[in-house]
Every structure is written in C-alpha cells, then in structure tokens.
C-alpha cells in the first residue's frame, strides 16, 4: 500500500504561472503605478503591525501583576479630598 503524495499548498502558483500574474499586473497597472502600489501596500502593512504592537503591549500591561498599585479612579480621588480638613486663610 503506498500513499500518494499530497502537496503541503496545492493551490499555489509555480514559476511560469508566477511570471504570467506579473506580466498581467504590468498589463493592467503600468510598469510606474507598480512601485507605487508596493510603496502603498508596505505603508499600510507597516501601519498595521505597529498597531497591532500598541494593542499587545496595552494588553501586557493590563494582565501585568507586578504588584504596583493600580491608580486610584476619580471617585476616591474626591473623596479623599472630602474628608481631609479645609484650612481657612
């Protein structure tokens, strides 16, 4: 019994398939707007992972339990400035 083998990515274009999608891409875009369409696409892939960085350390710091005390909410703020006794000039 032998098992035939199975590409790990069948749907995958090979050279001469790869040449052909570049060569409609010049075809329909023009040989200048390409650079332009790679610039563009790398900016937004940069923009991307650097939000996507923002939101992962703001997760960290959220699940952190480095044992530093949470600031204290607006409301405990004020009450604490409630009880402390007023000074009269």
Same mark, same amino acid.
């Given at each position: 019994?032998?098992?035939?083998?199975?590409?790990?990515?069948?749907?995958?274009?090979?050279?001469?398939?790869?040449?052909?999608?570049?060569?409609?891409?010049?075809?329909?875009?023009?040989?200048?707007?390409?650079?332009?369409?790679?610039?563009?696409?790398?900016?937004?892939?940069?923009?991307?992972?650097?939000?996507? &960085?923002?939101?992962?350390?703001?997760?960290?710091?959220?699940?952190?339990?480095?044992?530093? &005390?949470?600031?204290?909410?607006?409301?405990?703020?004020?009450?604490?400035?409630?009880?402390?006794?007023?000074?009269?000039?």
């Amino acid at each position: 019994m032998h098992d035939p083998i199975v590409p790990l990515f069948p749907g995958l274009p090979g050279g001469p398939e790869l040449l052909i999608v570049l060569f409609v891409l010049v075809l329909l875009f023009g040989a200048n707007k390409i650079p332009k369409l790679a610039r563009s696409t790398g900016q937004a892939m940069g923009e991307f992972k650097r939000g996507r &960085e923002e939101i992962e350390e703001e997760l960290q710091e959220g699940a952190d339990p480095s044992g530093e &005390e949470a600031p204290t909410s607006a409301t405990e703020e004020t009450a604490e400035a409630s009880t402390e006794p007023e000074q009269s000039s």
